[in-house]
């Protein structure tokens, strides 16, 4: 039975006073592919991986494994967290660029198999950023007063997309999810502080998926294999370093804040060079800006929820402390998010 067996509209109940981050989760394919094993695919070296990236192995989804199962895999321990049963959610938003169809979204069905019908679901492309557009859009749909708890999911099978003969992009990429369950609080205290929720489609072709002849930008250099990611890796590079730095000042600034007010800066895992550089010149230690790129490659929307739900579950963010969410991507899209816990 799929139709609406019941009154699902929502009337405003109030808007809450703060929203609060109640559990997180996240899950990865039981396959380890490391550098060594990619050394023997294609032309690359753990050596050359390792300095340029960072990356030392990354999970890849098994037949089977898809954005569906990681995302309702990483959705239910972020429930079980919180202390909260599926049928408690009113929302759930995956941010993902690997659905596994155009239609139906991946989230309607993460929410049927999670037995949380009829809460709302969508997908959001925003590529790395989806997660971090995905909080924001949560924070935005608690404070209206019409949701009251909302799951937001960065999930990605990468390594479906990936041209498996193109050594510059097979190498970087890893799948896996991380679930965040944010809901109404009475503590006004707590919530979002602060977001960027930005795009410039004028770079769209420094990383895109073509599926025909026509999507190919003039003067591109194709490799020739449709429905694959296609990146230009050192543009990627010189627009992350920028929107990196540039995503922490406006947030730090636009509060009077220090990087070291902060519990934790928690990045897009693209590359832990730029993220190494940033943590040098903020002046942090390692552990106020999290890098595990070493051990899920770059994950894309993924990458910021599994950095969360690690840090967390090792007791390194209390309530009351600020975290910063920033990521960047294709599109190109770029994403910020300060809360408050
Ligand atoms: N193994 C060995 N050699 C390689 C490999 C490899 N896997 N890949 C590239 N090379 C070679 C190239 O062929 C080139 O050789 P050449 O000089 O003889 O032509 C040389 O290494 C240097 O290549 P570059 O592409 O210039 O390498 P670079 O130092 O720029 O590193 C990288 C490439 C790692 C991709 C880097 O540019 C990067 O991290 N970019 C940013 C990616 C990013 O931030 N993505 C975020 C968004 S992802 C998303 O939204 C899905």
């Not at 067996?5 to 109030?14: E, I, L, N, P």
């Not at 294609?42 to 300095?51: C, R």
């Not at 404070?143 to 992009?169: I, N, P, Q």
Request: proline letters at 4%; aromatic letters at 6%; hydrophobic letters at 40%.
């Amino acid at each position: 039975m799929t139709a609406a067996t019941s009154v699902t509209g929502r009337r405003k109940v109030g808007r809450p006073a703060g929203v609060r981050l109640a559990g997180t989760g996240m899950a990865v394919p039981a396959k380890v592919l490391t550098n060594q094993e990619l050394a023997t695919r294609v032309d690359t070296s753990d050596e050359w991986i390792t300095q340029r990236t960072g990356i030392r192995q990354r999970h890849a989804a098994a037949k089977g494994e898809d954005v569906r199962t990681l995302s309702t895999a990483a959705v239910r321990q972020a429930l079980g967290e919180a202390g909260m049963e599926p049928k408690q959610l009113d929302f759930l938003i995956v941010g993902t660029l690997t659905p596994e169809m155009v239609c139906p979204s991946s989230a309607a069905r993460v929410v049927a198999d999670l037995g949380a019908v009829p809460a709302g679901a969508v997908d959001i492309s925003a590529a790395c950023s989806g997660f971090v557009y995905g909080m924001n859009m949560a924070a935005g749909l608690i404070e209206s007063g019409f949701y009251k708890t909302v799951a937001v999911v960065g999930a990605e099978v990468l390594t479906r997309l990936v041209d498996w003969k193109d050594r510059r992009t097979c190498v970087l990429f890893g799948d896996g999810a991380g679930a965040a369950i944010l809901t109404a609080s009475d503590d006004d205290q707590q919530g979002l502080l602060y977001q960027t929720m930005a795009s410039n489609g004028d770079g769209w072709q420094e990383l895109y998926v073509p599926r025909e002849e026509s999507d190919i930008p003039p003067k591109a250099e194709f490799s020739g294999a449709y429905n694959t990611l296609q990146m230009n890796g050192r543009e990627v590079y010189k627009f992350a370093v920028h929107t990196l730095e540039k995503t922490i000042d406006d947030a730090l600034n636009a509060h009077g804040l220090k990087a070291s007010d902060l519990a934790a800066i928690i990045p897009h895992q693209s590359n832990a060079r730029i993220l190494e550089s940033a943590r040098e010149r903020l002046g942090l230690p390692p552990e106020k800006l999290y890098i595990n790129i070493d051990r899920y490659g770059n994950t894309s929307a993924a990458s910021v929820p599994i950095c969360l739900h690690e840090l967390r579950s090792a007791g390194r963010l209390k309530q009351g402390e600020l975290v910063l969410f920033v990521a960047w991507g294709g599109g190109l899209t770029w994403s910020s998010s300060l809360w408050r816990l």
